[in-house]
Structure formats: structure tokens, C-alpha cells
């Protein structure tokens, strides 16, 4: 059944043995008293209940208030009453019973519900839809946006978009109640003390944007050092008021009013989506939003994302050609040493200096201390290159998450090769440099002039083993010719080997065919890549070099 088709909603919402709804304290209110109200079914679950609802709390008390005759109807996605109790425990409007899990999941059926997102469907009471996208309209609007239609909503994007040609900082940052910030000493700064400036709105929730603030940090006073006039104000989108005053005790910039409505407002008046970590909006001197993302900047320059600024398209412009032409002059040096760190570490405390280690090959092993993937594999790889090229060397670099130096050193004891100390501010470096996110397990060949050659040495060394070595493109094409040459002075195919014994006793032939992966050879245990002798019947496989040699 359609949404659009669900009929009046005492229908949709009574069965035979329940003709009501109930309160959190237990009180039951008939479905019947619903008549000629705006109904909004509101789908969500316990590990959801946090900003959204406290925003739509604050819009259903207000127009309660105003007597506005709508009603909202939490219809719970938990599978546990305990999680119900919690959820529904904090809201002041009413609720599908939890024991009613036919028609809750016959709600979420008509609607289309998504699992894992709360979802808002404005109706009216003869059951007509009349917005699906609720939770976007009373986040951005509040109680301005009420009936919550789709044309009310049409109508007030109109009306931002026509206040963004008019957009003055004041207009940004200025409510009807309220013309100033706070600073980290809880007083108040007038927002007339920020015109003229660049500002950046940093919309910023909990924790989770840690790695954010701390570049953004250093950006603000190395540019608040050099004169520049240049200011930050946090836009919080805490849901709790301790996490609001942690963040504001250790910032260095000015921030809105804990639960200032005109942060939800601003986030949705810059289009930001609603589950955000972090944002940046930067407002230019002339109260006009500048076109620039500095989250984007700092993670791919770190803090030297400051040379943008004033993050005019002049300026990014020169910035870009600047870092292009970094790339293009990359050495050995410039990757790996800053101020007085220019050396990495090897056994027993030894300290290599980088300017030793220039025009040898070099790769930088990218993989967390504790996620030690295919290191048996690479250790057995570096012997095999070491033994004809002394001018080769792997250098470990810390994740960005590695944070236990007992773990580093425990899995440095287990390499062969150099690292970068613990504590070496220029693995940051390297792991925004060579974009590593996630759980890594990449390794980077820099070749002898401190040029990158390649970024996929894992898979080539997987494919060809320490014949891929020094993992030049002219090196791969060599090794693709023979590949292609080789088999041809090989049969295409070969009886059954002595190791070969299938259940089937008929004739079993192994089959020469180019692999699209590695395998691990039935006879010697070591990977194989390129060209196997393989049964497919039975998941046999053989080195070319295994299969001929017994014939």
C-alpha cells in the first residue's frame, strides 16, 4: 500500500483490540481525539534518540504552546522494551505501545522506513502525506515551518536563498536575542568586533573531530602571530551541555551559546547534512560566504593549509602551484626530515641519518603496529632484494592512530628494517601525503633520485615476488614480456602429478592457465602468481617450475 493511499488515521493506526495510544506515564489517550490534526509518525530508535529529538522536542512544546493542534506519534524501531522505556521516557508526546509489534512494523512497512535513520512523515488526519522529509523541515526551520508541507517548504528556500544575496555577517551570527559570542572565559564578545575579519564557522559535535581541531588550533594562532585578521567561532552541535563546556574551556576562539537555536538554523541554512563530524564554512571580509573547504585543506595539507589564507581564488590559486611544484621537486629529505628530526631508527638504538640513505631505493611501510599484515610475506621479500641490492632499504612508518609506543616497539623488535621514531611528527606528514586512511597495509617505493615510483608495491610484490624489484614501469613491462614468452615453450597441459590424487580415480589433467590472482602451490607451499598447472575440478595448483621439473 502506498503512503499516499493509507486512509484516515484512526484506520491506520487502531486494530481490534487497541483503539488508543499512550503517554510515558502510562496514561492511554484514544486515537479518536487525532481528528483534525497534523499528525507526524516519528521513526527512530534508542542509539538515535540525542540531538534530533531534543531539537523536536523544543519545536512540540512550542507549538503545544500556540494551541497549534499537532501531534507527534513515536513509533519505536527497537527490538528491546528496556531501549523503548529509555527513548520514550524523555518525550512529551505519544506513542505506538511497544507491544504492539505488528503495528509497528506494519507502519514502517506503509512508510518505507530506512533501519538506521529517525524519519519524520508529516500526515493529516484523513491520512494524507504530506512530507516525508520531516526531520530535514523541523531541523531547519523549527516552528517557522509548521504544517511542515511541502510547499511551506518550498516557500522558506526561497526566502534563504534570497537572504544569501543579502548575506552580511550579522546576518550570519546575530539573533533576535542575541548579538554576541562567547569566549573561553564564559564572557561576551560583541560580534561588531569580528567585521571585517575572515571568519570561519567551525561546526564541530564531541570528540570525534579532535584530529580537526588540533590542526585548526595551530592554523588560528600561527595566523593570529603573523597579524592576520582572522577569527574562528564554534557552532556546537553537542547534545550535551558537559561536552559543550569541555570544548569551550579548550578552545582559543569564540563559540555560540550552548543549545543556541540559530546553530541548527545555520546548519542548515550552508546545506550541511545531518550527522556531521565536522564542518568549516569560511565568511569573507565582506560578510560573503567564500567557496573554499578547510576541512578538505587540512586533511590533504595539514597545517600548511595556512598559506592559503585569505582563501581568496588569487590566493589558492598561488597556494596550489606551490604545493604542485613541492610534489614535483619531492626528495628523499624533503619526505622525511623536519628541522632537527632527519633521522630514522634501526636496532639497538642506532640512528640512521636520512642523507646516508639518498639515491638508495627505498619503500615506506605503511601499517599500524598492531595490524602487522603480510609482514612475514615482506620480511621474506626484503632478504630476497637485500641479497642484490644493498642500496635498498624499507622504513616503517607509524599510523596516525598509533598511539602505543610499547606496541611500536614490540613490532619494530620483529622487522628487520629502519622506522621512523615513535614520535616523529613527520609521519603525520607522510600519512596525509600518501592519503592512508583507514587500516593501512600500503607501501610507497621511492626511487633513487627521492621521486615516487609507485604506491602498489603490496600487490606487485604479490604478483611477482622480489622479481618486481626496483618496481619501475620499465621493470613491470620486462617482466609482462616474459611472462607472455615463456609459456610458449611450455605443454598446455600435463597428466596428473603424484601429489595430485583426487576422490575421482579417472584421469585428472592439469591445465597450464594464466591466474588472475595468486595461489599457493600444492607442492612447495609458496605463493604462486601469472601461470599455474591447475586442476579446477579439484583445487590443485602447481609452480610451472613444480609441475615441469617432475615430468
Same mark, same amino acid.
Given at each position: 500500500?502506498?503512503?499516499?493511499?493509507?486512509?484516515?488515521?484512526?484506520?491506520?493506526?487502531?486494530?481490534?483490540?487497541?483503539?488508543?495510544?499512550?503517554?510515558?506515564?502510562?496514561?492511554?489517550?484514544?486515537?479518536?481525539?487525532?481528528?483534525?490534526?497534523?499528525?507526524?509518525?516519528?521513526?527512530?530508535?534508542?542509539?538515535?534518540?540525542?540531538?534530533?529529538?531534543?531539537?523536536?522536542?523544543?519545536?512540540?512544546?512550542?507549538?503545544?504552546?500556540?494551541?497549534?493542534?499537532?501531534?507527534?506519534?513515536?513509533?519505536?524501531?527497537?527490538?528491546?522494551?528496556?531501549?523503548?522505556?529509555?527513548?520514550?521516557?524523555?518525550?512529551?508526546?505519544?506513542?505506538?505501545?511497544?507491544?504492539?509489534?505488528?503495528?509497528?512494523?506494519?507502519?514502517?512497512?506503509?512508510?518505507?522506513?530506512?533501519?538506521?535513520?529517525?524519519?519524520?512523515?508529516?500526515?493529516?488526519?484523513?491520512?494524507?502525506?504530506?512530507?516525508?522529509?520531516?526531520?530535514?523541515?523541523?531541523?531547519?526551520?523549527?516552528?517557522?515551518?509548521?504544517?511542515?508541507?511541502?510547499?511551506?517548504?518550498?516557500?522558506?528556500?526561497?526566502?534563504?536563498?534570497?537572504?544569501?544575496?543579502?548575506?552580511?555577517?550579522?546576518?550570519?551570527?546575530?539573533?533576535?536575542?542575541?548579538?554576541?559570542?562567547?569566549?573561553?572565559?564564559?564572557?561576551?564578545?560583541?560580534?561588531?568586533?569580528?567585521?571585517?575579519?575572515?571568519?570561519?564557522?567551525?561546526?564541530?559535535?564531541?570528540?570525534?573531530?579532535?584530529?580537526?581541531?588540533?590542526?585548526?588550533?595551530?592554523?588560528?594562532?600561527?595566523?593570529?602571530?603573523?597579524?592576520?585578521?582572522?577569527?574562528?567561532?564554534?557552532?556546537?552541535?553537542?547534545?550535551?551541555?558537559?561536552?559543550?563546556?569541555?570544548?569551550?574551556?579548550?578552545?582559543?576562539?569564540?563559540?555560540?551559546?550552548?543549545?543556541?537555536?540559530?546553530?541548527?538554523?545555520?546548519?542548515?541554512?550552508?546545506?550541511?547534512?545531518?550527522?556531521?563530524?565536522?564542518?568549516? !564554512? +569560511?565568511?569573507?571580509?565582506?560578510?560573503?560566504?567564500?567557496? $573554499?573547504?578547510?576541512? /578538505? =585543506? *587540512?586533511? @590533504? &595539507?595539514?597545517?600548511?593549509?595556512?598559506?592559503?589564507?585569505?582563501?581568496?581564488?588569487?590566493?589558492?590559486?598561488?597556494?596550489?602551484?606551490?604545493?604542485?611544484?613541492?610534489?614535483?621537486?619531492?626528495?628523499?629529505?624533503?619526505?622525511?626530515?623536519?628541522?632537527?628530526?632527519?633521522?630514522?631508527?634501526?636496532?639497538?638504538?642506532?640512528?640512521?641519518?636520512?642523507?646516508?640513505?639518498?639515491?638508495?631505493? !627505498? +619503500?615506506?611501510?605503511?601499517?599500524?603496529?598492531?595490524?602487522? $599484515?603480510?609482514?612475514? /610475506? =615482506? *620480511?621474506? @621479500? &626484503?632478504?630476497?632484494?637485500?641479497?642484490?641490492?644493498?642500496?635498498?632499504?624499507?622504513?616503517?612508518?607509524?599510523?596516525?592512530?598509533?598511539?602505543?609506543?610499547?606496541?611500536?616497539?614490540?613490532?619494530?623488535?620483529?622487522?628487520?628494517?629502519?622506522?621512523?621514531?615513535?614520535?616523529?611528527?613527520?609521519?603525520?606528514?607522510?600519512?596525509?601525503?600518501?592519503?592512508?586512511?583507514?587500516?593501512?597495509?600500503?607501501?610507497?617505493?621511492?626511487?633513487?633520485?627521492?621521486?615516487?615510483?609507485?604506491?602498489?608495491?603490496?600487490?606487485?610484490?604479490?604478483?611477482?615476488?622480489?622479481?618486481?624489484?626496483?618496481?619501475?614501469?620499465?621493470?613491470?613491462?620486462?617482466?609482462?614480456?616474459?611472462?607472455?614468452?615463456?609459456?610458449?615453450?611450455?605443454?598446455?597441459?600435463?597428466?596428473?602429478?603424484?601429489?595430485?590424487?583426487?576422490?575421482?580415480?579417472?584421469?585428472?589433467?592439469?591445465?597450464?592457465?594464466?591466474?588472475?590472482?595468486?595461489?599457493?602451490?600444492?607442492?612447495?607451499?609458496?605463493?604462486?602468481?601469472?601461470?599455474?598447472?591447475?586442476?579446477?575440478?579439484?583445487?590443485?595448483?602447481?609452480?610451472?617450475?613444480?609441475?615441469?621439473?617432475?615430468?
Amino acid at each position: 500500500m502506498a503512503a499516499e493511499e493509507v486512509g484516515d488515521i484512526v484506520s491506520l493506526l487502531s486494530t481490534d483490540e487497541r483503539n488508543f495510544l499512550i503517554r510515558n506515564n502510562g496514561d492511554k489517550v484514544a486515537i479518536g481525539s487525532l481528528e483534525g490534526k497534523i499528525i507526524a509518525l516519528y521513526f527512530t530508535r534508542f542509539s538515535l534518540c540525542n540531538l534530533f529529538t531534543l531539537r523536536l522536542i523544543e519545536v512540540y512544546n512550542e507549538l503545544s504552546s500556540q494551541d497549534s493542534n499537532f501531534e507527534i506519534i513515536f513509533v519505536s524501531k527497537d527490538s528491546y522494551e528496556e531501549f523503548f522505556d529509555e527513548c520514550f521516557s524523555k518525550m512529551p508526546w505519544l506513542a505506538i505501545p511497544f507491544s504492539d509489534s505488528w503495528m509497528r512494523i506494519k507502519l514502517e512497512n506503509i512508510f518505507l522506513v530506512m533501519a538506521f535513520d529517525p524519519e519524520l512523515i508529516i500526515l493529516e488526519a484523513n491520512g494524507k502525506v504530506l512530507n516525508r522529509e520531516g526531520v530535514q523541515a523541523v531541523r531547519e526551520y523549527g516552528t517557522e515551518g509548521f504544517p511542515f508541507t511541502i510547499e511551506k517548504m518550498s516557500k522558506l528556500i526561497e526566502e534563504t536563498e534570497n537572504a544569501k544575496k543579502d548575506q552580511i555577517l550579522r546576518s550570519v551570527l546575530v539573533s533576535p536575542s542575541r548579538d554576541y559570542l562567547i569566549a573561553n572565559d564564559r564572557s561576551k564578545v560583541s560580534v561588531s568586533n569580528l567585521e571585517g575579519k575572515i571568519v570561519a564557522l567551525y561546526f564541530s559535535c564531541n570528540d570525534c573531530c579532535a584530529e580537526y581541531t588540533l590542526v585548526l588550533t595551530k592554523i588560528y594562532r600561527k595566523l593570529k602571530e603573523i597579524g592576520e585578521s582572522f577569527e574562528v567561532v564554534l557552532v556546537p552541535l553537542h547534545d550535551e551541555e558537559s561536552c559543550y563546556d569541555k570544548a569551550v574551556e579548550n578552545m582559543p576562539w569564540l563559540a555560540f551559546p550552548f543549545n543556541d537555536k540559530r546553530c541548527d538554523k545555520l546548519s542548515c541554512y550552508f546545506g550541511l547534512q545531518l550527522y556531521i563530524c565536522s564542518t568549516v !564554512i +569560511l565568511i569573507g571580509s565582506d560578510g560573503k560566504t567564500i567557496d $573554499v573547504d578547510l576541512i /578538505e =585543506l *587540512i586533511k @590533504e &595539507y595539514g597545517f600548511d593549509a595556512w598559506e592559503a589564507f585569505p582563501f581568496s581564488q588569487e590566493k589558492m590559486h598561488e597556494f596550489s602551484e606551490k604545493e604542485k611544484a613541492k610534489l614535483e621537486s619531492q626528495t628523499l629529505e624533503s619526505l622525511l626530515v623536519s628541522g632537527d628530526q632527519d633521522y630514522v631508527i634501526g636496532k639497538k638504538g642506532l640512528k640512521v641519518p636520512v642523507k646516508e640513505l639518498v639515491g638508495k631505493t !627505498i +619503500l615506506l611501510q605503511f601499517t599500524y603496529n598492531w595490524c602487522g $599484515v603480510y609482514v612475514n /610475506e =615482506l *620480511i621474506e @621479500e &626484503y632478504h630476497k632484494i637485500k641479497n642484490v641490492d644493498t642500496d635498498f632499504e624499507v622504513i616503517f612508518v607509524p599510523g596516525k592512530y598509533d598511539d602505543d609506543e610499547n606496541l611500536f616497539n614490540e613490532f619494530f623488535s620483529d622487522i628487520p628494517w629502519l622506522a621512523l621514531p615513535f614520535d616523529y611528527e613527520r609521519s603525520e606528514f607522510l600519512n596525509r601525503r600518501f592519503e592512508i586512511h583507514g587500516i593501512p597495509s600500503l607501501l610507497v617505493a621511492i626511487g633513487p633520485t627521492g621521486r615516487t615510483i609507485t604506491n602498489e608495491v603490496w600487490k606487485l610484490l604479490m604478483i611477482h615476488g622480489a622479481d618486481a624489484y626496483p618496481f619501475t614501469e620499465e621493470k613491470l613491462k620486462e617482466l609482462e614480456h616474459r611472462n607472455k614468452e615463456m609459456p610458449k615453450r611450455w605443454p598446455k597441459k600435463i597428466r596428473r602429478h603424484d601429489l595430485h590424487n583426487p576422490q575421482d580415480p579417472g584421469d585428472h589433467y592439469l591445465f597450464l592457465i594464466r591466474c588472475c590472482s595468486t595461489y599457493c602451490c600444492d607442492r612447495c607451499g609458496e605463493r604462486g602468481d601469472s601461470w599455474s598447472y591447475c586442476c579446477i575440478e579439484c583445487d590443485f595448483d602447481l609452480h610451472p617450475k613444480c609441475a615441469l621439473w617432475c615430468l
